[in-house]
């Protein structure tokens, strides 16, 4: 023991030997606001008292020297400190072994995730597996669905494409999930006695991410779900002995009737606990009158739910460690555990699905505004950190992180649409009924123009086709459904917000490398033409179910319905001049004079 000790002081001494020498030889200073948290921080220009305090707490020698000196030397003013100085004495700090790695906290912990069989439940259960090996248990909760058990749910997901990398490389880590039985709209959870007392002993961290994401889903059941489901499980942590993070997962657009949204709760002008009681006694058809008078504000009942669902939870929570992780439009995985990987037609990703087949050429968006769009792995590895964060840097209040890509790497509307057809072309999808080809509109007026002559007058005609073949109509259908999806669409895609990502790059500073790397959520990173690339083709094979395979016989399909697209167009052309020229002898004179002023023009150039 005096032996580890006198070697802890050695250490930190050693360090502390070589800062003078380090002054001397350093040139590059740091900025003023880089606030020293770890190890691997990468710089400092002072030292507040509440980092002093934590740096002090439980360490002994040398470690408590190493604090003397920093706490001597707090204050002193923007470039006084070169980075060489600032990483000796943070290792001098880390003698007494501060940082604990991602993976460590992870060890031994069990945790309960709601909304494990959602889009982002599944990557993160998948994340948490591979990435974390030494975690102890998953606690699913699951309810039984289409006439089968939990049991077998689970079984139906593990066998999901997703799993497929650890089915085949540590297929152990997948006997660590337990389905819990339960239902986010039943008193307490809908969780049997016998299992609420396993997760009171157990858990110590929850990731709350179950919610109902449509839309235009109803009222009542948006609150029952987003709201009513937030609280009943704070009601649960708090019983939970070991508790030591709660990350609820929110969205960006929680307060979209905001320009700039900071990484904070914002006042409500519905009270949560109000809304709650309106909706418990008043019957389907009243609140469904009342819905447009009390979101007023807000494009839908999701964000407004979401909003009330944040406000409530900062007033519900108490002493537990809380905190909020709000994405964007989350889209398919950049990465992990497979590039491209996406398996629901939320947001954006159906309307690309049916551009690739074809029968969906124009929306109406702004081509200058940002579209904030975020990778669902992303997404899941700031969340795995934020759980991290909030338990071994404990604070009063709820750290929120904006999960966005606006701020640090943006990409517009335009280069979205334009990226998405160039590789719906590129890598096109089997029985295409069209060549992919369209565009974004501003103008609600020409835009409804375009949707009649090249969604709906094609939809009928082809269900009339149909119809004479013998075959099932579905044309029409299938462009309600797109017109449904779009205008959900469109307020996000005509208006741009500010949102602000300070918390999420602090939190990308505090990890090691190797965190970083393994739990990647650095958006700079991201190349979009090669994500949306992965993105399209992840369509293809997810949503639509193709193989890879079959896309040399689908590219020889879509030239074909390139050449007849273009002579479709010349075709229309020749018959508009037709019109034209029919109907005004001046349009013909003037016809004939630029084409006789062209073949002039001809002549010189031969």
């Known amino acids: 023991m005096c032996q580890f000790r006198w070697r802890k002081v050695s250490s930190s001494f050693i360090a502390l030997a070589f800062i003078p ?25 002072e030292l507040r008292e509440r980092n002093i305090r934590y740096l002090s707490s439980g360490h002994q020698g040398g470690h408590r020297k190493a604090v003397r000196v920093m706490a001597e030397i707090k204050g002193k003013g923007e470039g006084r400190y070169f980075l060489k100085n600032a990483f000796i004495l943070d290792m001098a700090t880390m003698a007494g072994g501060e940082y604990t790695s991602v993976k460590d906290f992870y060890r031994d912990r069990s945790i309960f995730i709601t909304g494990g069989t959602g889009f982002m439940g599944k990557v993160l259960v998948e994340k948490l597996l591979r ?21 077998e749910r689970l079984q139906e997901l593990l066998n999901a494409p997703l799993f497929e990398k650890l089915r085949r490389d540590s297929p152990g880590e997948l006997s660590k999930i337990i389905p819990v039985a339960g239902d986010v709209t039943e008193p307490e959870l809908g969780i049997s006695a016998n299992d609420q007392d396993m997760l009171i002993r157990s858990v110590s961290v929850v990731f709350h991410s179950a919610a109902t994401v449509k839309f235009d889903e109803a009222l009542k059941l948006s609150v029952t779900i987003n709201m009513l489901g937030t609280k009943r499980l704070v009601q649960l942590c708090h019983r939970m002995r070991n508790v030591e993070a709660l990350i609820h997962v929110s969205t960006a657009y929680c307060n979209c009737d905001r320009h700039d949204v900071a990484e904070e709760i914002y006042p409500v002008a519905k009270e949560p606990e109000q809304v709650i009681a309106l909706t418990q006694w008043m019957d389907d058809k009243m609140v469904e009158d009342l819905t447009p008078s009390l979101i007023a504000g807000r494009p839908n009942t999701y964000t407004f739910t979401k909003a009330l669902a944040e406000r409530m939870l900062q007033r519900e929570r108490g002493s537990l460690p809380v905190a909020i992780v709000r994405p964007s ?16 037609c939320n947001g954006p990703t159906g ?22 769009l975020v990778p669902v792995d992303i997404v899941i590895n700031l969340m795995i950190c934020a759980a991290w964060k909030t338990a071994t840097h404990r604070t009063d209040t709820i750290s929120i992180y904006n999960c966005c890509t606006g701020q640090q790497n943006p990409i517009t509307w335009k280069e979205f649409v334009d990226l998405s057809f160039k590789y719906s072309r590129l890598h096109p999808a089997n029985d295409a009924v069209w060549y992919p080809d369209g565009r974004c509109h501003s103008s609600i007026i020409l835009n409804k123009l375009c949707v009649t002559l090249q969604h709906t007058l094609p939809a009928h005609i082809l269900d009339t086709f149909a119809r004479l073949k013998g075959s099932r109509p579905i044309m029409v259908r299938v462009q309600a459904k797109l017109s449904k999806a779009t205008k959900c669409l469109e307020y996000f895609s005509t208006k741009q917000w500010n949102f602000r990502d300070d918390n999420v790059r602090r939190l990308g500073e505090q990890l090691s490398p190797e965190d970083r790397e393994i739990f990647m959520f650095d958006v700079k990173q991201i190349n979009w033409p090669s994500y949306l690339e992965h993105y399209i083709l992840g369509i293809r094979q997810f949503i639509l179910k193709e193989s890879p395979d079959t896309l040399p016989a689908a590219r020889s399909h879509i030239t074909k319905l390139y050449w007849l697209h273009r002579a479709m167009q010349f075709g229309m052309l020749i018959i508009m001049l037709r019109v034209l020229l029919l109907r005004s002898a001046a349009t013909r004179g003037a016809f004939f004079s630029l084409l006789s002023i062209v073949l002039r023009i001809c002549r010189l150039i031969v």
């Open 131 to 151: 990435s974390c090996p030494d975690i102890k248990n998953i606690y699913l909760l699951m309810r039984p669905k289409k006439g089968q058990n939990v049991q």
């Open 21 to 45: 020498v380090l002054a001397t030889f350093g040139k590059r200073r740091i900025p003023q606001s880089r606030i020293p948290v770890s190890v691997y921080s990468r710089g400092v220009p």
């Open 351 to 372: 309307i690309i699905a049916a551009a690739g087949k074809g029968f969906f050429r124009t929306m109406l968006c702004h081509k200058d505004k940002v579209a904030d």
């Open 329 to 344: 439009i989350v889209l398919s995985s950049y990465r992990e555990p497979v590039a491209g990987w996406v398996d629901n």
